[in-house]
């Protein structure tokens, strides 16, 4: 038998974040109108109000790193 692939695996270390439902729909609406994963809608959000409040350093984005790899 050949040997079952490991999935699930990402390239990047992941935590759940626990979103309300309806909260998780207005994030995917967001997100729909350009074509992107919440999670980089989070993340871009985030970065903004880091800058927003005078934080210059921040970790790469994941669609500047690896071509958007991580981010399914």
Do not use: Y
Request: charged share 30%; proline share 10%.
């Amino acid at each position: 038998m050949a040997k079952k692939k490991v999935s699930g695996q990402h390239a990047t270390p992941r935590r759940t974040v626990q979103l309300p439902a309806d909260w998780l729909r207005v994030a995917q609406e967001l997100a729909a109108d350009r074509p992107m994963p919440v999670m980089w809608l989070l993340i871009e959000l985030i970065r903004r109000e880091g800058e927003a409040r005078g934080r210059t350093e921040f970790p790469p984005v994941p669609w500047a790193v690896d071509g958007g790899k991580t981010g399914g």
